[in-house]
């Protein structure tokens, strides 16, 4: 690339090349590794998932269940329990298929758990609301008051004013 200054005829260049130091052998052996690797990755890809997915797990079991507190019998909390560590263990270690059974083992384990503080939440809020439905009555709209408008732009609203 070139360039000249028209005001005092000076010109300065530049060649610019490709510098990367890799021959197109080494790259093609590099890609030839990729794809060797593969496979490997992949495995390594699903173990990452299945460790990301079974600490998901016992973070949110855990919220759960300190949540919980008195709504779980010692039973469920035994047996959730039992299968956080279980599972806590399985993460450690690098089986894919024995996480993905413990994590299942655990959302079983803590499903009945959940089902239950749902059902007695909804009951709750159900009787909340017919409570709120007898003390209200049909009498809601006793304030509602009939109107109506005319939407005014702003050039009216600025004619309005010339005109006062």
Known sequence: MSAKDKATG???????????????EEIDQMV???????????????LI????????MIH?????????GDKASDEEKDAIN???????EAVKGDDV??????TKALTDA?????????????AAEEGAAAGAA????????????DAEFEEVSEEEKEEEKEEK
């Open 97 to 102: 298929a024995d996480m993905e059974a413990k």
């Open 32 to 46: 030839k590794d990729a794809e060797a690797n593969a496979a490997e990755d992949k495995k390594f890809e699903e």
């Open 110 to 122: 803590s499903g009945n758990l959940a089902q239950k503080m749902y059902a007695e939440a909804q």
């Open 60 to 68: 949110a079991t855990k919220k759960t269940l300190d949540e919980a």
């Open 10 to 24: 000076k010109e300065q260049s530049i060649v610019i090349k490709a510098s990367s130091g890799l021959s197109d």
């Open 49 to 56: 998932a299945a460790r990301n997915t079974a600490d998901g």
């Open 134 to 145: 007898e003390e209200g009555g049909s009498d809601d709209n006793a304030e509602a008051v």
């Open 82 to 88: 039992s299968a956080i560590t279980e599972l806590e």
